[in-house]
């Protein structure tokens, strides 16, 4: 079964410099990453997302790198800004479904606490 | 174009009650996710359905069904509440694809409470 592992509960940084969350992830060949933000009392937010066929993947202040072979990956937020504090949510999606099992079905990391102070 | 909604927002019931929350996706999107998210499990799958058809299915227990309308807006229900069943609920659309298009957006929950 897939799992997604984010180490790191909480992260505190100061405006303007970089935040970086991590995620680890078990098997894989062929899988989907993406990012979401999440504020209380709200649903996630789609952020970025990143193919296992690609290393990085790049949207404005948000940045995206998959190391397959450690079976890590990193966002990177630069610069941070108040308004990105939320918690962060790693999830993964097998780009080929085998057998219907994957259908739907995005597995999340356990999310990662991020404050940016003034 | 609009986003996800989801119904009602709050909800509480009592132990051995059942309930039903409602989701209507995105226009265009044929498939719809159902999550729970609780404090100790973080984010879980509990089904998905595309084009009126359960396709996939967590591990949770068959007190929690769903389904799917023509027009893509899915219910999910629960029977017999538990305590344990207080949680955010929440829903997501997407393309229902394979391949890239595996963005899922979400609804804002629904938050139920069971005393």
């Known amino acids: 079964d897939q799992q997604v592992k984010q180490n790191s509960p909480s992260l505190s940084v100061q405006e303007g410099r970089i935040s970086i969350l991590n995620c680890d992830y078990t098997?894989?060949?062929?899988?989907?990453f993406l990012w979401y933000k999440k504020y209380p009392a709200e649903g996630p937010t789609f952020l970025i997302s990143i193919s296992s066929i690609k290393d990085k993947n790049e949207d404005g202040r948000f940045t995206v790198f998959l190391n397959k072979s450690a079976k890590h990956l990193s966002l990177h937020i630069v610069p941070s800004q108040p308004g990105d504090s939320a918690v962060y949510f790693c999830a993964q999606h097998p780009l080929f479904n085998a057998g219907g099992t994957s259908y739907g079905k995005l597995t999340f990391g356990q999310g990662t606490i991020l404050t940016v102070h003034p | 174009k609009a986003g996800v909604t989801q119904t009602p927002r709050y909800l509480i019931k009592t132990r051995g009650q059942q309930v039903t929350l409602s989701c209507s996706p995105i226009?265009?999107?044929?498939?719809v996710s159902w999550y729970q998210q609780t404090p100790g499990q973080g984010l879980q799958f509990l089904f998905e359905?595309?084009?009126?058809?359960?396709?996939n299915k967590g591990n949770f227990p068959g007190r929690f069904s769903g389904r799917q309308f023509s027009n893509s807006r899915s219910e999910m229900n629960v029977s017999t509440l538990e305590l344990g069943d207080s949680a955010l609920y929440l829903c997501a659309s997407s393309l229902g694809t394979s391949g890239r298009n595996n963005e899922q957006f979400f609804g804002p929950g629904t938050r139920l409470t069971v005393l």
């Open positions: 098997n894989s060949m062929f899988d989907y």
């Open positions: 359905y595309f084009s009126e058809t359960q396709r």
């Open positions: 226009s265009g999107h044929r498939s």
